[in-house]
């Protein structure tokens, strides 16, 4: 049997000592900020991007990673030995996932070494679909194995999230099916999900704290009954309300596994400064 590596993209925001532990390997998102670009958790953190973004005249934008980038990444891991498994966005929220499949056809007759998954989702729940794959590897399990239980836990995955406001998403193409709730009232928190890997509506909630009440029960009703439950937060600046919230669904959930995460800059640039979420895989 073959050793194999796992690659993601930087959007997953798995807390690097999590990405050491497993031996990821993780391809970095691209932030567009004026005439300056940054390779996303390496050139910029969390903490800078949300500091400068406050004083910003220009907005940021994002781009993908690139092929030549994804052709690089996967050649080096063949080199060494290693078949690949990459595991990436939502193929519906950024170009990443095509990205990968031109970087594998750069590689010849090597490209039958390296397989490719769409997470249908992005953050940690792309970041728990990776990290099952990784623990599966590590109890020797095959890179076929690896991606069929990968794609199985699309639908034991899932993500929702709050938004201060949709501008972001709006500008940046990503609303999905949130569309409907633009224009609403200013004082109106929009609960959003990801779904078949797109951005869709939920519900209106008045205030930011009750917002975050209906994401911890939606959550609930989503894992109820189900074995092994792993809980992350997302925050896009916003730590001290992902903590808070974490907490309470450690003591009402009771999961295997909790992460506090962050938003990527790439991903904050497109949900904005205090988005605050669940994300959530059961066996």
């Known amino acids: 049997m073959s050793k194999f590596a796992i690659v993601t993209d930087s959007t997953s925001y798995i807390p690097s000592e999590i ?34 973004l406050k004083t910003a005249k220009i907005m940021p934008s994002t781009s993908q990673v690139s092929p030549a980038t994804m052709h690089e990444t996967f050649q080096g891991l063949v080199d060494q030995g290693f078949d690949v498994l990459g595991i990436f966005i939502s193929s519906k929220l950024s170009g990443t996932l095509q990205s990968a499949i031109q970087g594998r ?41 690896c991606v069929e239980l990968t794609e199985k836990a699309h639908a034991k995955t899932g993500v929702f999230f709050a938004v201060d406001t ?14 409907r709730f633009i224009g609403s009232a200013l004082n109106l928190k929009p609960i959003l999900a990801l779904k078949e890997g797109k951005v869709e509506g939920v519900e209106r909630i008045r205030t930011k704290s009750k917002a975050h009440d209906r994401i911890l029960e939606l959550v609930a009703e989503q894992v109820k009954g189900k074995p092994n439950i792993r809980i992350a937060t997302l925050h896009a600046n916003a730590i001290d309300d992902a903590k808070a919230l974490l907490d309470r669904a450690a003591n009402e ?17 497109h949900t904005g400064p205090g988005t605050v979420g669940l994300a959530f895989m059961y066996d």
């Not at 497993?22 to 500091?51: A, C, K, M, N």
């Not at 972001?168 to 193409?173: A, D, E, K, Q």
């Not at 959930?253 to 640039?269: D, F, N, Q, W």
């Open 253 to 269: 959930l009771k999961p295997a596994e909790m992460i506090l995460s962050e938003l990527s800059p790439v991903v904050g640039t």
């Open 19 to 52: 990405i050491q532990k497993h031996g990821l390997t993780v391809t970095p998102q691209i932030l567009i900020w004026g005439d300056e670009t940054f390779r996303d958790g390496i050139d910029i953190q969390p903490s800078e991007y949300y500091g400068r």
């Open 105 to 145: 056809e750069l590689m010849g007759a090597a490209a039958e070494k390296v397989s490719i998954v769409d997470s249908q989702s992005t953050a940690m729940a792309l970041g728990f679909q990776v990290l099952g794959a990784a623990r599966a590897k590590e109890a020797g399990a095959s890179l076929k194995e």
């Open 166 to 179: 949709l501008e972001f998403l709006h500008r940046g193409g990503r609303i999905g099916g949130a569309q």
